[in-house]
Structure formats: C-alpha cells, structure tokens
C-alpha cells in the first residue's frame, strides 16, 4: 500500500486547530450575515472587525487597511486592478497614457492573467524572461523599468518549478529608484 504525501503547500495547507476552532461557531451556531443589522448579522460582524483588529496589529496597520478576500486570486485581482485604477489618468491628460507593469514569463497564474486581461485594455506589460535555470535576472528588470511602471509583480517561489528569484535584490533596487 502506497503513502499518499501532499507537497501542494503553497496551493493550500490544513487548517490550523486554534483557527479551526475559533472559526466553528461562525460555521455551525453564528452563522449571521456581517452585513446585516440583525443581532445575528451584528455578532458576525464583531467577529470579522476583532479579526481585522488583530491582523491589523499584526503587521502594524490600520483596520481600514485591512480586507478580507476569498483567496489569493481574487487578492492579486484586487490589488493588481486597484492600484492600477487608483494610478490611471485618463489618455491625453497631462499626455499621460495607461501606466506600464513589469512581470516574469512564469508568474503564477492569478498575476499573468490579470496582466494580460489588463494589456487587452490598453495596458502596457513587460514579461521578463528566465532562463536555463528558470530564475529572473536583475538586469533584465532594470532595463525594463520606465518612467511609466507602476509595478513589478515576481513571485518569491515559483509554484511549479520551485525557482527561488532575488526579490531581497529586486526590492533594493527599486527602494534606490525613490
């Protein structure tokens, strides 16, 4: 008989037992709507703010920082759109055009395809290639930055071949661009 092994980690892991049970009663006995203004919808949503509390603490932010998504799709949607519409003016304003995106060739899916959902509207997106050894180099990055990128999107690990790319380098760089 065969010893199933899950090496997925990245895609999804267990639930921790602690999260498990503080998350039991919202999906058992309190199930409320946090939208709603009845009590039930009240407890759910004094569930939801003291999470968005304790992660806001967590990594030093405000609450209103803080949102919730489904998974890493919909957050990579999120703040990929987001900040590219926050950024955006509106063609011929100042001659501004849609902002520019740098990315890798082999960026996970929920990047890629926003990106090239994004180039479908007008946008501008630069995919760095890998090479032999499937990883990112710097100097590519550099020579693909303009005076319009707004950002670059490279994964830390690359979910299928494992590649580890130099994000620590890459952010240093860009911290020296300001």
Not at 9 to 19: G, H, K, M, Q, R
Not at 150 to 173: C, D, Q, R, W, Y
């Amino acid at each position: 008989m065969f010893r199933r092994i899950y090496l997925d980690n990245s895609a999804t892991t267990p639930v921790d037992p602690e999260v498990v049970n503080t998350m039991l009663p919202f999906l058992t006995e309190k199930f409320g709507n946090a939208s709603s203004i009845h009590f039930f919808g009240q407890e759910a949503r004094g569930a939801v703010d003291r999470a968005r509390h304790q992660v806001a603490a967590l990594v030093n932010a405000r609450q209103n920082e803080i949102v919730f998504t489904s998974g890493g799709t919909e957050a990579n949607n999120l703040a990929i759109r987001g900040l590219l519409e926050a950024l955006r003016q509106k063609p011929g304003q100042n001659g501004a055009c849609l902002p520019h995106i740098v990315t890798s060739a082999i960026e996970h899916s929920a990047v890629k395809n926003v990106c090239e959902d994004l180039e479908k509207l007008g946008y501008s997106v630069t995919y760095l290639p890998v090479y032999e050894d499937g990883i990112v180099r710097l100097d590519d990055l550099v020579n693909a930055i303009r005076e319009d990128t707004v950002l670059i999107s490279i994964m830390t690990a690359n979910n299928e071949i494992g590649t580890i790319h130099p994000v620590a380098e890459i952010g240093k760089f860009v911290k020296g661009l300001r």
